[in-house]
T-cell receptor, first 113, second 116 residues
Framework: SQKIEQNSEALNIQEGKTATLTCNYT??????LQWYRQDPGRGPVFLLL?????KEKRKERLKVTFDTTLKQSLFHITASQPADSATYLC????????????FGKGTKLSVKP | NAGVMQNPRHLVRRRGQEARLRCSPM?????VYWYRQLPEEGLKFMVY????????ESGMPKERFSAEFPKEGPSILRIQQVVRGDSAAYFC??????????????FGPGTRLTVT
């Protein structure tokens, strides 16, 4: 069956360092992959979308890579700040339906000052 | 432009009662999605609707759960005869109709359902 895994439940880093989060998937060939941020008690907020024919995408301090051979996406936050502390979710779209997203369980990032 | 609105934010029901969760999509959005998030679990897709149509309900339990998105008014997720296992956060998301592959979704704050 289709699976998406974020292989770190929690990641603790020091302010100013680069945070790298990993998303792996199996039995699936998604057209695109998305990353969301979720704060406690709130709904997810969309951050970035990367398509299967794109290797890398950037937005301010955020960078996402997509390797369809390894079936993996990496999400980087450079010059991390305590305000970046949150849970980060990756999501894939099932084929044939634009709405049917599969989410990973998320990685909880803590940035210490 | 107001975001996705959900109400109530918190809902407590006794076993056997009905729960009605409401979602108003962002202005101009005609696609609504419902997800459920259990403690320590990821978001699970339930149903995808357009106005007056259910497009994909592959994530909906076969019994007790139903959803609608009428021509006028909010989308409603209805859970009949609730059980303790229905306790979760229910999130609604919306997106505009786009012909390309930009399918990001905009989420509401969620409704936290507690069944006692």
């Amino acid at each position: 069956s289709q699976k998406i895994e974020q292989n770190s439940e929690a990641l603790n880093i020091q302010e100013g360092k680069t945070a790298t989060l990993t998303c792996n998937y199996t039995n699936y060939s998604p057209a695109y992959l998305q990353w969301y941020r979720q704060d406690p008690g709130r709904g997810p907020v969309f951050l970035l979308l990367i398509r299967e024919n794109e290797k890398e995408k950037r937005k301010e301090r955020l960078k996402v890579t997509f390797d369809t051979t390894l079936k993996q996406s990496l999400f980087h936050i450079t010059a991390s700040q305590p305000a970046d502390s949150a849970t980060y979710l990756c999501a894939l779209a099932r084929g044939g339906s634009q709405g049917n997203l599969i989410f990973g369980k998320g990685t909880k990032l803590s940035v210490k000052p | 432009n107001a975001g996705v609105m959900q109400n109530p934010r918190h809902l407590v029901r006794r076993r056997g009662q009905e729960a009605r969760l409401r979602c108003s999509p962002m202005k101009g959005h005609s696609h609504v999605y419902w997800y459920r998030q259990l403690p320590e679990e990821g978001l699970k897709f339930m149903v995808y609707l357009q106005k007056e149509n259910i497009i994909d309900e592959s994530g909906m339990p076969k019994e007790r759960f139903s959803a609608e998105f009428p021509k006028e008014g909010p989308s409603i997720l209805r859970i009949q005869q609730v059980v303790r296992g229905d306790s979760a956060a229910y999130f609604c998301a919306s997106s505009p109709w786009v012909s390309g592959s930009d399918h990001e979704q905009y989420f509401g704050p969620g409704t936290r359902l507690t069944v006692t």
